[in-house]
């Protein structure tokens, strides 16, 4: 009788030891217990730890209203023998736009961004790090329409729409406004589209002075080959978000640019920098 007795009160303390069940925290509401690192004891979640701080969101430039005027289109810029402006278009590639993210964030680079809002969802999984590189100065938003239309085959209402839509999704997305740059799919635009995005606000319609040819995929010898061929200071030089290879070379890209004693820098550091 003595040992049945000892026998039940070791398995008493035994259970006391282990703490509630997780059934049993849910039906009676009781405080969530864990086990430590060490695994000899369980203490209340809530005190265990104190959880870190969440850093402050990045402070972003306000957004200021649109102020219409006289469209300018500028592929380069003049006076400028020490920067040149490298841009990404486009971005249906999630791969290609992490890639690109995490790039920047390990190099300090300044590039510009131009995307299609219709491809959101492959954006937002990185939406964090892109304020963050905004707010720090090292990225900066261009419009490129909605969906890549070819605005030159369309009405003024559906380039409106077209415009309005994209910079809507710019400002909710990333908290800023892409105006005054504007670049037009495919590069196709004229004097009516001009005369449209300026009224819009798009006084600076985007082009290029060269390309990393990237549109479609390509080797990496064949994008260092575009970029070298076709680099000049103070250009823009046009590259996508859609394809694996161009992130991939992005090292190489910035190794062509140190060799011509060129720096990378925004549209609008780059029209600062000289005369349009």
Not at 92 to 102: D, S
Not at 163 to 188: A, K, L
Request: hydrophobic share 40%; glycine share 10%; with cysteine.
């Amino acid at each position: 009788m003595a040992v049945m007795v000892v026998v039940a009160l070791l398995a008493t303390m035994g259970a006391a030891c282990a703490g509630p069940t997780a059934s049993g925290d849910a039906a009676s509401g009781s405080m969530a217990t864990t086990t430590s690192s060490a695994g000899d004891a369980t203490i209340p979640a809530s005190v265990e730890t104190t959880a870190a701080p969440t850093s402050a969101p990045p402070t972003l430039p306000p957004i200021a209203a649109a102020v219409p005027g006289a469209a300018g289109v500028f592929s380069r810029v003049k006076g400028v023998t020490d920067k040149v402006a490298l841009t990404f278009d486009d971005g249906y590639c999630g791969e290609c736009v992490g890639t690109m993210v995490a790039a920047l964030e390990r190099t300090g680079t300044h590039v510009t961004f131009c995307p299609n809002g219709s491809y959101g969802k492959v954006w937002a999984p990185y939406l964090d790090r892109i304020r963050a590189l905004i707010a720090e100065g090292q990225l900066q938003i261009c419009n490129h329409t909605w969906d890549h239309a070819r605005i030159t085959g369309i009405t003024a209402a559906h380039l409106t729409d077209e415009i309005d839509r994209n910079e809507q999704w710019i400002e909710d997305t990333f908290g800023v406004s892409s105006r005054p740059f504007f670049r037009p799919p495919y590069g196709s635009h004229n004097a009516t589209t001009d005369r449209l995005a300026g009224s819009l606000g798009y006084t600076s319609v985007v082009g290029w002075s060269s390309t990393l040819s990237d549109s479609t995929l390509q080797t990496p010898e064949t994008i260092l080959d575009q970029l070298r061929t076709n680099l000049v200071p103070g250009g823009i030089v046009l590259g996508h978000l859609n394809f694996p290879t161009t992130g991939q070379v992005f090292d190489q890209i910035l190794a062509v640019l140190d060799q011509r004693g060129l720096t990378a820098v925004t549209l609008s550091e780059l029209v600062a920098s000289g005369a349009a």
